[in-house]
């Protein structure tokens, strides 16, 4: 599966011309490769990913997220839809059970739209899903929302490990991939998930107005 085709996003850590460093070191935008220009930015000194030229190990730098600094990085202008086909790519090490990688959209209190690709413990309606690989999309207002927009890969997975993830969507299956190894495949109810302007897109951290997770350890490329 050729996972670099038709990109919209493409950060990647090894290109290291592609991030800007604040005077403290952490890293204040990320530039996107996919030729789409969907650069990704802190403007808060204080929420800014570190960087370590051996942070993945094998001599594969990433930047580096903490939960304790709410660090994240943000693009405005992300595409405000997803259509029959998508396929989200990361490459982490997380130090904990509990990390958003990707995400977009997303308003708390019975209006929500968006998608997220998370790994750990994610609250969502009435489940907790313990240290999965997840995909979950909302879309409210067409009644596509909670539980039946999630699939998880319901598998154990230890937290302190590097691990090549990728989440495949064609129409309403998606299918969970784990360093190559196809996990759980699933349906959601809606194969269109569109949502309103304003909905950014969030690297390493998460926010839907009530509920606000980050990704704990290093991430070294993400593609989508």
Do not use: C
Not at 8 to 19: G, P
Not at 23 to 35: H, I, K, M, R, T
């Amino acid at each position: 599966m050729n996972v670099r085709a038709n990109l919209m996003l493409h950060l990647d850590a090894q290109d290291y011309n592609s991030l800007t460093f604040d005077g403290n070191g952490n890293v204040s935008d990320w530039a996107d490769n996919s030729g789409e220009s969907h650069d990704v930015t802190q403007g808060n000194a204080n929420n800014r990913p570190g960087y370590d030229v051996n942070g993945l190990g094998d001599g594969l730098p990433a930047l580096m997220f903490s939960s304790g600094s709410s660090t994240g990085l943000i693009d405005d202008d992300f595409p405000t839809s997803i259509n029959e086909e998508a396929t989200v790519f990361a490459v982490i090490h997380p130090t904990t059970g509990s990390d958003n990688i990707l995400s977009q959209g997303y308003n708390y209190g019975g209006n929500e739209y968006g998608w997220a690709m998370y790994r750990g413990n994610m609250n969502h309606g009435s489940y907790t899903y313990q240290d999965s690989i997840l995909w979950s999309s909302h879309e409210q207002a067409a009644g596509n929302y909670n539980n039946s927009t999630i699939v998880a890969s319901g598998q154990g997975e230890s937290p302190h490990e590097k691990q090549v993830l990728m989440i495949r969507k064609s129409g309403t299956e998606i299918k969970l991939y784990i360093n190559g190894d196809l996990i759980k495949t699933g349906n959601i109810g809606r194969s269109i998930i569109t949502y309103p302007a304003g909905g950014q897109l969030r690297v390493g951290t998460y926010s839907d107005g009530y509920f606000n997770d980050y990704l704990d350890g290093p991430l070294g490329e993400i593609r989508s």
